[in-house]
Structures are given as structure tokens and as C-alpha cells.
């Protein structure tokens, strides 16, 4: 069965940097994109950034430029690499693959950005 465990959330300071990681098991990791979503407070989930198996990726609007996805495939784990934290980043960060149909969520971690 497909289990993700995400980690490396916390409280930081407008400006600040984060990485969140994602360690996966029960399937084969490297057959699989992999992506970021986050849900902020009374928001629906939105998509934060994707990577394909061959590391090939893509970002929500909001994220370009600041934010940078990566896995290691031997690893079985991907990551999210935040910089330059804004307020709306506030929110919990889960990781999922890329299939259909969809995994169940894990936990997430929580990322708040503060003053």
C-alpha cells in the first residue's frame, strides 16, 4: 500500500527558507511523478508544484521562482525547497504521486509564516 510521510514544516519568518521532505514507500518510486499541494485555512487544496520521473517540473504561479522541487530517486523521497516564505504561504503541505486513481492524503506538515 502507497504510504508518503512528510516532514521538515514549522514556524519562520516572512523571508525566511524551508525544506520540506517526503518519504514514500509501498509502490515503485521512480515509475512515478511526484507532486507538492498545499491547503491554507478555510482554502481549497491547490497544487504547489509537480516533478516527473525524469525530474522534468512544474509550478504553480505563485511559487515560481521562489520554491524548487527535486527527488532522490534512490532515496525514495522528494522535496520541497521554499525560499522567500510570504504570509500566503501559510498553510499544510502533503505530497502525493501522480496516479489514478489518487492515493489517499498523508498527514502533511504544517507551514507558517510569521512576522
Known amino acids: 500500500q502507497a504510504r508518503v510521510v512528510e516532514s521538515g514544516g514549522g514556524s519562520v519568518q516572512f523571508g525566511g527558507s524551508l525544506r520540506l521532505s517526503c518519504v514514500t514507500s509501498?509502490?515503485?518510486?521512480?515509475?512515478?511523478?511526484m507532486s507538492w499541494y498545499r491547503q491554507a485555512p478555510s482554502q481549497a487544496r491547490e497544487l504547489v508544484a509537480s516533478?516527473?520521473?525524469?525530474?522534468?517540473?512544474n509550478y504553480a504561479d505563485s511559487v515560481k521562482g521562489r520554491f524548487v522541487i527535486s527527488r532522490d530517486d534512490a532515496r525514495n523521497t522528494v522535496y520541497l525547497q521554499m525560499n522567500s516564505l510570504e504570509f500566503e504561504d501559510t498553510a499544510v503541505y502533503y505530497c502525493?504521486?501522480?496516479?489514478?486513481?489518487?492515493?489517499?492524503w498523508g498527514q502533511g506538515t504544517q507551514v507558517t509564516v510569521s512576522s
Open positions: 502525493r504521486r501522480e496516479v489514478r486513481p489518487p492515493d489517499s
Open positions: 516533478i516527473s520521473r525524469d525530474s522534468r517540473t
Open positions: 509501498g509502490f515503485v518510486f521512480n515509475h512515478y511523478a
